[in-house]
Structures are given as C-alpha cells and as structure tokens.
T-cell receptor
Framework: NAGVTQTPKFRVLKTGQSMTLLCAQDMNHEYMYWYRQDPGMGLRLIHYSVGEGTTAKGEVPDGYNVSRLKKQNFLLGLESAAPSQTSVYFC??????????FGPGTRLTVL | AQRVTQPEKLLSVFKGAPVELKCNYSYSGSPELFWYVQYSRQRLQLLLRHISRESIKGFTADLNKGETSFHLKKPFAQEEDSAMYYCALKTDSWGKLQFGAGTQVVVTP
C-alpha cells in the first residue's frame, strides 16, 4: 500500500497562475483533509471532506477550492495564486474520525 | 475559542537528559488530544493519543484537565528523538484537528 500520496512534490508558480494539487489514498478512508504548514503557525486546515462528493471549509479556505469526485482522490485548487499561498501543503486521510495519515507534502512557492 | 499552545519553538537537550514538551489547550467540550511527530524528510505521523494512555518510543503524555495541559515527556532523550513535535486537539466529530505551532527538538550527543 502506498498510503497517502501527493502530486507534485514541488512547484513554483507566478502570481496569478493556477494549479491543482492531487492527493490520493489507497486505504479506503472516508475522510480527507488539506492542511498548509507555515513556520511558527503549525498546520492549519484548509478544506476537508467526509465522503465522496462532499467538501467543507476549514480554518483558512480563502483562495482555495477542492473537489472529491472519487473516494480515493481529493484535489486542492488555486485559481489565482498569491505569494501568501507560498507554503507546504499536506493532505491527510482517516477512517472516520480516527488517526489521520499524512502524505509527504507539496512545497509550493508563488513568486 | 479552541486553541492549542506550544510555548517552546525550540528545545535543545543532551542525549540521556529528560525532555518535556509543553502543550496547553483551550476547549469547551471534552478534549481529545494527540501528539504528532515529523522526523527530518519524513511525513507527519501519530506519536500518541491521550485516550490510549500508552507509551510510544519511551514517550508518555498525561491529560490534565485542571491545568488544560497535555505535556509530552521522555526520561532519557535519544538522538533519534530529534524532530518537530505537534500537539493537536480534535475539535469535532468529523476528526478535524487544531494543531499547535510545533516544537523543534534537537538532541545533541
């Protein structure tokens, strides 16, 4: 089992560009989450999903959109990237509200 | 308001010395707390949770509701304990976690 995988690992964008981060899990987990990690601020929840076709906002959702068309995939989109979105993005999944399993992260730089 | 506070950004200890990472929380309901660890170039992983009351890799953490704390302790630090440690609070039935800012632990020989 690969667990939770994230694509890409690194990305550099220019301000205003768009991109999609892909999270995939092979553990048949219902719940999936997107976090951003910034120095001195820990991890903050962007959006989450409690099942295929459902999404909800977390603590810092502005500037991001998500989709959960398939149970195993959770996509995070940036429609118009801003330098404030420079961060490391982590995806996680869990079987209901139990232990969260994290992906390796995507390091995004917006110039 | 829900909040998790880790007051120490960096803890530097010598191998064999005790280490304690502080975590305080603010939560109106019945808290469920976790410690997650991120070793260098590895993904974040669960270290322990208060409901299991177990010891993992020599670490223990006790929930003190009176002091609203969930400090992580290890009596004898090892070099392999060097990592970033996050305290986290589960905030609802959907499993959402509120993380603290993290404490970087450096164990020197």
């Amino acid at each position: 089992n690969a667990g939770v995988t994230q694509t890409p690992k690194f990305r550099v964008l220019k301000t205003g560009q768009s991109m999609t981060l892909l999270c995939a899990q092979d553990m048949n987990h219902e719940y999936m989450y997107w976090y951003r990690q910034d120095p001195g601020m820990g991890l903050r929840l962007i959006h989450y999903s409690v099942g295929e076709g459902t999404t909800a906002k977390g603590e810092v959702p502005d500037g991001y959109n998500v989709s959960r068309l398939k149970k195993q995939n959770f996509l995070l989109g940036l429609e118009s990237a801003a330098p404030s979105q420079t961060s490391v993005y982590f995806c996680a999944s869990s079987y209901l509200e139990n232990e969260q399993f994290f992906g390796p992260g995507t390091r995004l730089t917006v110039l | 308001a829900q909040r998790v506070t880790q007051p120490e950004k960096l803890l530097s200890v010598f191998k064999g010395a005790p280490v304690e990472l502080k975590c305080n929380y603010s939560y109106s309901g019945s808290p469920e707390l976790f410690w997650y660890v991120q070793y260098s170039r590895q993904r974040l992983q669960l270290l322990l949770r208060h409901i299991s009351r177990e010891s993992i890799k020599g670490f223990t953490a006790d929930l003190n509701k009176g002091e609203t704390s969930f400090h992580l302790k290890k009596p004898f630090a090892q070099e392999e304990d060097s990592a970033m440690y996050y305290c986290a609070l589960k905030t609802d039935s959907w499993g959402k976690l509120q993380f603290g800012a993290g404490t970087q632990v450096v164990v020197t020989p």
